[in-house]
Nanobody, 115 residues
Framework: QVYLRESGGGSVQPGESLRLSCAAS????????MNWYRQAPGKQRDLVAT???????NYTGSVQGRFTISRDNIRRTLFLQMNSLEPEDTAVYYC?????????WGTGTLVTVSS
């Protein structure tokens, strides 16, 4: 059974930073492509960033240059460093992977950006 558990969310002011973590178990983490998604209130869940098993990264345009996705294969942990946060980044952030053809999700961590 694949388990993903996010942490690190909170309430910050515009321009501040947060670092999200996602602890993974039940899979060969170093082989898995990992993703961060987010879902703002009343909106659909959208892909934010992806990191492959060889550490290739991709970002949605609105976070490019502000967010950094990374992974620690020894600790089986995924990270999302979020800098210069904006009110539009307010959302529940989810860790995701597709493993053996099935999507797996964490329960999410809430990020609120407000002055």
């Amino acid at each position: 059974q694949v388990y993903l558990r996010e942490s690190g969310g909170g309430s910050v002011q515009p321009g501040e930073s947060l670092r999200l973590s996602c602890a993974a178990s039940g899979l060969n983490f170093k082989l898995a492509a990992m993703n961060w998604y987010r879902q703002a209130p009343g909106k659909q869940r959208d892909l934010v960033a992806t990191i492959t098993s060889d550490h290739t990264t991709n970002y949605t345009g609105s976070v490019q240059g502000r967010f950094t996705i990374s992974r620690d294969n020894i600790r089986r942990t995924l990270f999302l460093q979020m800098n210069s946060l904006e009110p539009e980044d307010t959302a529940v952030y989810y860790c995701n992977t597709k493993w053996y053809g099935r999507d797996h999700w964490g329960t999410g961590t809430l990020v609120t950006v407000s002055s």
